[in-house]
């Protein structure tokens, strides 16, 4: 299995997928939160605060993911290195683990540099170190778990296909729909307990109350139990594909 994730790895330096989207997510929010004038400029603001990060990054990562993940299998399957997968002495199981934690392992890697923007957030404080440090670190805490939701997806759509175009399209379709796709379709019904349990459903609602700084075992929950279900819906689509 680890062989294999470190194959997953050095596959995504090999080429110019692993630079591409670190380097389009890194370019795409220094230039929102330091150059271009507008409310998400911090230096505009005038609060030592990383919330444009924050909300600029699910909208990023809605994109840059499933354009990491949709050739994990897609590509394999084209190729028809897919059969040699089957021959190694493991599970399917062990399979998709090592190809999702690849994709995880490069959304952590794009997610270091921002401690750049955390550092100098911090020496802008008035006076240093004036920051919500609760709310930063649960912010980055959520921002890892739904970027580790959405691998999951993409993931799951590269396995339905052996069109990466395609995997790519679905999966910004269904992340779309598990970060905002429930808020929205809550606002049809009147029923505050339906709105809520609608919206409960959703990755947002999770991600925005981890990002207040107070971890709840709720939340963590969700989003484990999200990734594990789709983790084991990707298991049963190699074994149906395989027979």
């Not at 110019?16 to 929010?29: A, M, N």
């Not at 690849?102 to 540099?113: D, E, F, H, K, N």
């Amino acid at each position: 299995m680890w062989s294999l994730y470190k194959k997953e790895i050095a596959s995504f330096f090999s080429s110019l997928t692993g630079y591409l989207v670190i380097g389009v997510f890194i370019i795409i929010t220094g230039l929102f939160l330091w150059v271009i004038p507008g409310e998400m400029n911090i230096l505009y603001g005038g609060y030592a605060t990383l919330e444009s990060l924050f909300y600029l990054a699910p909208w990023l990562y809605l994109f840059l993911v499933p354009a990491v993940t949709m050739r994990l299998f897609a590509e394999e399957k084209r190729t028809g290195t897919i059969e040699l997968l089957y021959t190694r002495p493991l599970t399917e199981l062990q399979v998709v683990l090592a190809k999702y934690l690849a994709g995880v392992t490069l959304v952590v890697i794009s997610l270091l540099p921002t401690m750049i923007y955390f550092y100098s957030v911090v020496q802008l404080g008035n006076p240093v170190g004036n920051i919500d440090y609760g709310g930063t670190w649960g912010s980055f805490i959520g921002l890892f778990f739904l970027a580790a939701i959405y691998v999951s997806i993409g993931t799951f759509c590269s396995s339905l296909t052996d069109n990466q175009i395609v995997s790519f399209v679905l999966a910004v379709m269904l992340c779309f729909v598990f970060y905002y796709g429930f808020e929205a379709l809550s606002q049809v019904f009147e029923s505050n307990q339906i709105k809520n349990t609608i919206v409960f459903m959703g990755i947002d609602d999770h991600y925005q109350s981890i990002s207040r700084g107070v971890i709840d075992s709720r939340d963590i929950i969700y989003f484990l139990s999200t990734i594990s279900i789709i983790t084991y819906a990707t298991r049963l689509t190699l074994i149906s594909k395989k027979w």
